[in-house]
């Protein structure tokens, strides 16, 4: 990462004038235009403001009328000002506040946090500030300016700042809420922790006056030899030179931005191609005028063949488990590059070669993680349970989540599918919403599949069940929960269950799992021991076996995470536990089951 240039702060409080709200302030866009997100913020020149913020924790949200995001104090004696930022505590930033702060474990609701920085301002500079997530919605003021809103907990955000800014002291807000809403996506209930706060990295990105915003350098669907892609300027629109190079490959292609700042290329080129075993990422600079971003991209093709999904032109079976974004060996949300390192070392000592992110975008260093180990990788949003299908407002954030979500990670070679959902329960508009969804996801990125893990089955016969969801039509690969052994039956139920599928598309099994408290043993037939887990796993992956059109697995799931909906005493303490890891890294005994199914399974492919 390339620095900027931070002030070290040091300037009095008494300098900084009351300002007051201007009207020009931003809003989110709507889903329908493009995203306005600054691609590969790692590959720009950046400041971080991570660190320590007072915060001031607002139950009843009075922190508006009071004009909180102006940060004032006292001037006198006879002044009242009934909030003060410089004697509240302060909460860690990245990082969600229910884990810093035991008052806030179960805290719903707005924080309003202050980061001071000082600046020295650039000729033919702007400036953007950008936040990595804050859950849920984030409203940003800079010196009393309201820069814009943010709706969505796990997609990143950024708002211009450069006529906000000023030379030397500058003082940023952020109110970030996290209250449960039934309009909201997710909604009211779901099965994770409802981290509040700014859980991601929060930067200043400079750019030249005229600057690459995204671009796409991918090789075209189902293609191993040519290059489609597209650069999108901001700033100096139409008429633009734009250059995309890969040195090691030996490329060199230019093209003309059109009047929307858009410059679209189609090339052949002669690649070493990206896979999980060779998991090959080269140079790629983008070049405009007095930009220049350079970002490290692996080429690889991906197909659907009736059952089979073909990388590089070969059938791969996907050797996957789930995954929460939970850091390991301390409760909170995961967020650093050495939480990534340990969750997906994790992934890969499994033998996995595949692992869904649920059931949100997760952070963009995961996925640059991935990207460099050579795991494929299954993405989604919070379309979770029941949603207020009906409501525009609704389709909109779900939208914008998907478009921002794919605009982040859509040159990394790991990602191979796009989840639009998870659970969802069958309805007519619930089928419109989703379709809707499906359809937008292939507007913006044509190369990967669409996927949603469903939990529609039925009985179809004696012994056989189908998995039947309406929804299967609109996807390119299926996604089955079932828990048979855990929420449906036995575990040895599974072995003479036989199982359908509407559509002849290829399934992966998203999910399957049990609770078991590590260190807690028994019969296999005791509930929450690692003896039930394990016993469970052996019959499922028994089962799944025989499953028509099997592509992949991604079993529940990694490792122990919080949740609300998690009670019993002694045993779950808020803790979901079907991790095959306890949240502290301890192996399961179904972890080495698992583990020897995909060794086995990695022989057979040999
Ligand atoms: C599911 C959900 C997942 C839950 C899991 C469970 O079907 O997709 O979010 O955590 O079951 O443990 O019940």
Request: hydrophobic share 40%.
């Amino acid at each position: 990462m390339k620095h900027g240039f931070l002030l070290a702060f040091c300037l009095p409080l008494t300098l900084f004038p009351s300002l007051v709200l201007f009207s020009l302030a931003g809003v989110a866009s709507a889903a329908s235009d493009p995203s306005p997100l600054i691609a590969n913020t790692a590959g720009r020149t950046t400041i971080s403001l991570n660190g320590a913020w007072p915060a001031i924790v607002d139950p009843f949200d009075n922190g508006l009328t009071m004009g909180i995001f102006r940060n004032e104090t006292a001037k006198s004696k006879s002044d009242r000002i009934e909030y003060d930022f410089d004697k509240s505590p302060v909460l860690n930033v990245p990082g969600d506040w229910n884990s810093q702060r035991e008052s806030l474990l179960f805290y719903e609701g707005t924080v309003w946090y202050r980061r001071l920085f000082g600046y020295h301002k650039r000729p033919n500079t702007r400036v953007f500030v950008y936040f990595g997530a804050a859950n849920y919605r984030a409203t940003v003021y800079l010196n009393g300016q309201k820069l814009g809103e943010h709706e969505g907990g796990f997609t990143p955000f950024n708002f211009e700042a450069t006529d906000a800014l000023r030379e030397g002291y500058n003082f940023l807000v952020v109110a970030v809420n996290n209250t449960r809403r039934a309009d909201a996506v997710p909604a009211l209930k779901f099965d994770w922790w409802n981290y509040g706060g700014i859980t991601r990295d929060v930067l200043l990105v400079e750019v030249p006056t005229a600057f690459i915003q995204d671009y796409v350098v991918q090789l075209a669907r189902g293609s191993r030899e040519e290059i489609d892609g597209w650069v999108q300027l901001n700033g100096a629109l139409a008429a633009q030179k734009v250059t995309v190079e890969i040195p090691e490959a030996g490329v060199r292609e230019s093209a003309t931005s059109d009047a929307a700042g858009r410059a679209a290329f189609h090339f052949a080129a002669k690649l070493d191609l990206w896979s999980p075993e060779h998991p090959k990422l080269y140079d790629v600079v983008v070049t405009s005028g007095e930009d220049t971003v350079h970002d490290q991209i692996g080429f690889r093709s991906l197909e659907v063949q009736g059952a089979k999904i073909l990388l590089n032109g070969k059938p791969i079976f996907l050797r996957g488990v789930s995954m929460h974004e939970q850091a390991p060996f301390r409760d909170g949300r995961a967020f650093s590059t050495e939480d990534a390192q340990a969750l997906l070392g994790w992934v890969k000592e499994l033998g996995c070669n595949f692992v869904r992110l649920a059931h949100y975008p997760h952070n963009e260093n995961e996925i640059r993680l991935a990207d460099r180990m050579g795991l494929l990788v299954w993405s989604e949003i919070p379309v979770y349970w029941d949603l207020d299908w009906q409501n525009p407002a609704t389709l909109a954030t779900a939208e914008a989540q998907l478009r921002d979500m794919i605009a982040r990670d859509h040159n990394r070679a790991a990602v191979i599918v796009w989840s639009i959902s998870n659970e969802t329960p069958v309805k007519p508009e619930r089928l419109k919403f989703l379709k809707q969804l499906a359809q937008d996801a292939r507007g913006f990125d044509a190369t990967r599949l669409i996927t949603s893990a469903s939990n529609r089955v039925e009985s179809v016969g004696p012994g056989v069940t189908a998995l039947n969801d309406p929804l299967g039509e609109a996807l390119d690969v299926l996604g089955l929960n079932e828990y048979v052994g855990w929420y449906v039956g036995r575990p040895e139920d599974a072995d003479k269950m036989e199982w359908r599928l509407k559509w002849d598309k290829p399934l992966i099994v998203s999910e399957f799992g049990g609770d078991a408290q590590f260190g807690r043993h028994g019969d296999a037939d005791e509930r929450w021991t690692e003896e039930y887990q394990a016993s469970l796993f052996r019959h499922q992956l028994g089962m799944v076996r025989r499953m028509p059109n099997l592509a992949g697995l991604t079993p529940w799931v990694l490792m122990d995470f919080r949740s609300p909906a998690r009670m019993l005493p002694g045993v779950q303490d808020y803790h979901n536990r079907k991790g095959l890891l306890s949240d502290r890294g301890q192996r399961k005994q179904a972890f080495y089951v698992l583990q020897e199914f995909y060794k086995e399974l990695a022989a057979e492919e040999k």
